[in-house]
DNA sequence: GCATATCCTATCGATCAAGTAGGATTCAAG
DNA sequence: CTTGAATCCTACTTGATCGATAGGATATGC
């Protein structure tokens, strides 16, 4: 499950988004405040907003909003909105695997461990991942100390 | 969760040796029988040997067998072998991200997501993935019809 | 018309992924 | 004690992708 730079920073914007939800930020103003590279921050919103994840405003005082409400937009969409699917075997979607022999069973390990993925990030919405008040099954998967351990 | 080749190759690999546990099959045979590049298999068995978890045995006759039982190993294990962590972020480990700001609790989503990696990838035996006899909570991910659809 | 934004196109260096090449080494069987 | 089949080691190639940056065209409010 790597998130990439873009899928890192596309999220800190996109909770940033949230936080000052319905005002129009800057995408300076964004970097600035989520210390990333300005430029690379216009590329990302750029991707959001050919997502319709978020609405633009030019000129002054323009900068950038989110297209719904906090509440109604996952993390999963950002993420795949600047990376690609969330799950990819060997760049094929899950369902589409297909082997011989002893790993004839492989497709249904792929499909299940894409579900587990989809069951964080598509259950956690924008507003939730900026108050920390995450869904009871989410917070769960924390509660341990073994998930805070590398492994 | 982006699987890489060289993952996909290794647990395809990896429960191959399982069914034909404790025989020991050659490189050349593996690759033959699972239709991947030789030489790349033979790169992808000296991973999971030096991770020990393939012995292997040189010269005629020689070849590769599991280091423990097919039930005693999880594929977890055979994919971080190969490539590295489960999960990353931004090229670190979920719990050392740290941010200012709307995304201080994000650190909290990246552990719950590698959570609920682990808690498939970690929790199928070779054994399993081989005779596609999985756990229940595995069996349940994929029941659903919903789980099967690109998203 | 000017300051401040977004937006578009192009480029760049570094890294990595996937795979290949060639041969040195080991070992059992005959 | 040779031979053939296997592991093992080092090196290389090729292409793509990632993370960014550059420079400017375009829009907008005052």
Request: hydrophobic letters at 45%.
């Amino acid at each position: 499950m790597q998130v990439s730079a873009r899928g890192e920073y596309a999220v800190r914007i996109a909770v940033t988004l949230a936080t000052g939800h319905p005002r129009t930020i800057s995408a300076s103003s964004l970097a600035a405040v989520q210390a990333l590279p300005r430029k690379f921050a216009e590329v990302i919103l750029g991707d959001l907003r050919r997502a319709h994840l978020v609405d633009s405003v030019r000129g002054v005082e323009g900068g950038y909003r989110l297209s719904r409400e906090p509440e109604a937009v996952s993390v999963g969409e950002v993420l795949r909105a600047v990376d690609g699917p969330l799950s990819e075997i060997r760049g094929r979607r899950p369902e589409e695997t297909s082997y011989e022999g002893a790993a004839v069973n492989l497709p249904r390990l792929w499909v299940a461990a894409r579900a587990a993925v989809r069951s964080v990030f598509d259950e956690v919405s924008l507003a939730q991942a900026a108050t920390g008040e995450f869904p009871v099954r989410i917070a769960e998967l924390t509660a341990a100390d073994e998930a805070w351990m590398p492994r």
